[in-house]
């Protein structure tokens, strides 16, 4: 099993579809986090989660949730969405949140495509 | 306002040359630096990283040097290699916040 595994890789919805990006962390670790990348810019951070509570929410729109339903998965899901949120979606994880966080781990992102 | 600044979009160098990558940051609250390399479809790979209190971190052909007067860190690959061509992303965290603070890439291109 691969560290981080991130599902589905690729994703195309429209705008009035409900999907969710699915990601599962095998190496034990106490902190989860969803970023986006877009063309050009750099890896934004959108949520973390440590020890299944939301720690981090960094001004993203509602139509993303994100849900923790345990330490090891981690769920975002979309609903809405507008041509501008196709991205790069990249779920990571690391051994803890706050100081000392070390390295993240990363899955190899879900590409997501709005119609 | 980007706090975490890499402001060559691209690099090529011939195989067996060395490869520097730069990386500047603004916010001198940052004490922990990362690199990041990432092939195409494929999710970001830790490198590398280097905490304020060195200025200088090697693990085999990488090495990170930190000029904290500066607010600059840069990456060196040598020998460079075809299967380094990747994009590299720096990232930067420090005390007040936890975050890593990421950078907008280079991408390196490694000439056989």
């Known amino acids: 099993e691969t560290g981080v595994t991130q599902t589905p890789r690729h994703l195309v919805m429209g705008m009035t579809n409900k999907k969710s990006l699915k990601c599962e962390q095998h190496l034990g670790h106490n902190a989860m986090y969803w970023y986006k990348q877009s063309a050009k810019k750099p890896l934004e951070l959108m949520f973390v989660?440590?020890?299944?509570?939301r720690v981090e929410n960094n001004s993203v729109p509602s139509r993303f949730s994100p849900e923790c339903p345990n330490s090891s998965h981690l769920f975002l899901h979309l609903h809405t969405l507008q041509p501008e949120d196709s991205a790069l979606y990249l779920c990571a994880s690391s051994q803890d949140w706050g100081a000392g966080t070390g390295e993240l781990f990363f899955g190899e992102g879900s590409r997501l495509t709005v119609l | 306002d980007q706090q975490v600044k890499q402001n060559s979009p691209s690099l090529s160098v011939q195989e067996g040359r060395i490869s520097i990558l730069n990386c500047d940051y603004t916010n001198s609250m940052f004490d922990y630096f990362l690199w990041y390399k990432k092939y195409p479809a494929e999710g970001p790979t830790f490198l590398i990283s280097?905490?304020?209190?060195?200025d200088k971190n090697e693990d085999g052909r990488f090495t990170v040097f930190l000029n904290k007067s500066a607010k600059h860190l840069s990456l060196h690959i040598v020998p460079s290699q075809p299967g380094d061509s990747a994009v590299y992303f720096c990232a930067a965290s420090g005390s007040g916040t936890y975050k890593y603070i990421f950078g907008t890439g280079t991408r390196l291109k490694v000439l056989a």
């Open positions: 280097i905490s304020s209190i060195k």
């Open positions: 989660y440590s020890l299944e509570e």
